[in-house]
C-alpha cells in the first residue's frame, strides 16, 4: 500500500516538473535575442577595449543580429517591394535638393563637394547625413534638407587607409596589427545600438567592428582628450577605427539626429577621391538656381 501511494505521487509530480522545465526553457527562448544583441553591440562598441569579445560567438547568434535590425518577415517584406512598386515619386522627390548650407563655415573642398552632391541629389533619401572628413579629422552633421547643424572634431583609426581588413571584426585586439586599424570609406547607414556596459553607440560598419560614440579614456599614455583638442589632426589618428566623438556634441548634436531623422553616414576616402569612392559628382550654382 505504501509503495503504490509513492507511486502516484511521483506520478503526479511529473507533470509539475515538465511544466517548469517548458516554462524554463519558455524563457530561454525569449531571453535570446537581448543576449544576442548585447553580444552584438560591444562587438563594434567595444572596440577600444577588445573586438573578440564585442563579437557574437556563434554564427547563428551574428545572423539573428544581422536579422534583427530589418525586424520584418519574409511576407512583410514582399508586400513592402509590392507596395513600393506601386507608388510613384511625387513631383517634389524627383526635383532636386539645394546646395548643401554649411552656416558660413569654411569646409575644406571635398567635403564641400560631396555634402553638395548628397543634397542636390536626394542621395541621403530624406534623412539626415554625417560627413567624416578623415583628412582633417573632423565630422560635420546636415539635416535632412542639407543644412549644416554642427561640426567637430573627432578621433579616427590610426592607420591610413580605407578599405577594411576582411575579418577584422572577429579578431581580438591582441591579433590587430597596425596597418589594419582603420576606419573604412564609404557610404553607411546610422545604425543605434549598445554595448555591453549599455552605453548608447551608433554603428558605421556593423561587420568591420566600426561604431561611432563618445570619447573615452582607454589608456593613459594615449592622451586622446589631448589629441582631440590640439589643432592638427595628424594626432588624431589613434583609435582601432571606430569614430571617437566629443561627449557634448554627441549627447546635443549626433545622437539626437540620428535617433529622430535618421541618417547616412558618408566616410570620405583619403587614398582615392570621393568621386572614386561615392561617384559624385560637381554640382553646377546655376543649375539648382534655375529648378
Given at each position: 500500500?505504501?509503495?503504490?501511494?509513492?507511486?502516484?505521487?511521483?506520478?503526479?509530480?511529473?507533470?509539475?516538473?515538465?511544466?517548469?522545465?517548458?516554462?524554463?526553457?519558455?524563457?530561454?527562448?525569449?531571453?535570446?535575442?537581448?543576449?544576442?544583441?548585447?553580444?552584438?553591440?560591444?562587438?563594434?562598441?567595444?572596440?577600444?577595449?577588445?573586438?573578440?569579445?564585442?563579437?557574437?560567438?556563434?554564427?547563428?547568434?551574428?545572423?539573428?543580429?544581422?536579422a534583427r535590425p530589418a525586424g520584418k518577415s519574409a511576407a512583410a517584406k514582399g508586400h513592402d517591394k509590392k507596395t513600393s512598386a506601386k507608388k510613384k515619386?511625387?513631383?517634389?522627390?524627383?526635383?532636386?535638393?539645394?546646395?548643401?548650407?554649411?552656416?558660413?563655415?569654411?569646409?575644406?573642398?571635398?567635403?564641400?563637394?560631396?555634402?553638395?552632391?548628397?543634397?542636390?541629389?536626394?542621395?541621403?533619401?530624406?534623412?539626415?547625413?554625417?560627413?567624416?572628413?578623415?583628412?582633417?579629422?573632423?565630422?560635420?552633421?546636415?539635416?535632412?534638407?542639407?543644412?549644416?547643424?554642427s561640426q567637430t572634431p573627432i578621433l579616427l583609426g590610426k592607420a591610413v587607409g580605407d578599405h577594411t581588413v576582411p575579418g577584422i571584426g572577429n579578431k581580438?585586439?591582441?591579433?590587430?596589427?597596425?596597418?589594419?586599424?582603420?576606419?573604412?570609406?564609404?557610404?553607411?547607414?546610422?545604425?543605434?545600438?549598445?554595448?555591453?556596459?549599455?552605453?548608447?553607440?551608433?554603428?558605421?560598419?556593423?561587420?568591420?567592428?566600426?561604431?561611432?560614440?563618445?570619447?573615452?579614456?582607454?589608456?593613459?599614455?594615449?592622451?586622446?582628450?589631448?589629441?582631440?583638442?590640439?589643432?592638427?589632426?595628424d594626432d588624431n589618428r589613434i583609435s582601432y577605427g571606430c569614430v571617437n566623438v566629443p561627449a557634448p556634441f554627441y549627447n546635443s548634436v549626433l545622437r539626437?539626429?540620428?535617433?529622430?531623422?535618421?541618417?547616412?553616414?558618408?566616410?570620405?576616402?583619403?587614398?582615392?577621391?570621393?568621386?572614386?569612392?561615392?561617384?559624385?559628382?560637381?554640382?553646377?550654382?546655376?543649375?539648382?538656381?534655375?529648378?
Open positions: 500500500m505504501r509503495n503504490a501511494l509513492l507511486l502516484g505521487a511521483a506520478l503526479l509530480m511529473v507533470p509539475t516538473f515538465a511544466s517548469a522545465q517548458e516554462e524554463e526553457a519558455s524563457d530561454a527562448a525569449a531571453d535570446a535575442p537581448a543576449m544576442v544583441k548585447t553580444a552584438e553591440a560591444p562587438k563594434k562598441a567595444s572596440k577600444p577595449a577588445t573586438k573578440a569579445s564585442t563579437k557574437p560567438k556563434a554564427k547563428a547568434e551574428a545572423s539573428a543580429a544581422k515619386a511625387s513631383p517634389e522627390d524627383l526635383k532636386p535638393g539645394p546646395l548643401a548650407n554649411f552656416n558660413g563655415v569654411d569646409a575644406p573642398a571635398d567635403v564641400v563637394h560631396v555634402a553638395n552632391w548628397v543634397s542636390y541629389t536626394r542621395n541621403a533619401k530624406k534623412k539626415a547625413f554625417v560627413l567624416i572628413d578623415k583628412k582633417q579629422a573632423r565630422m560635420y552633421v546636415f539635416d535632412p534638407q542639407g543644412k549644416l547643424k581580438p585586439f591582441a591579433q590587430i596589427k597596425e596597418d589594419e586599424k582603420t576606419t573604412p570609406a564609404g557610404r553607411f547607414l546610422a545604425q543605434p545600438g549598445r554595448n555591453t556596459k549599455g552605453e548608447d553607440i551608433i554603428w558605421i560598419d556593423y561587420n568591420a567592428a566600426v561604431s561611432m560614440h563618445r570619447l573615452r579614456k582607454v589608456k593613459e599614455e594615449e592622451k586622446r582628450a589631448d589629441r582631440m583638442a590640439t589643432p592638427e589632426a539626437p539626429t540620428v535617433s529622430k531623422q535618421g541618417a547616412f553616414v558618408y566616410v570620405l576616402p583619403e587614398t582615392k577621391t570621393p568621386q572614386q569612392q561615392f561617384g559624385s559628382f560637381d554640382v553646377p550654382p546655376e543649375k539648382v538656381a534655375l529648378k
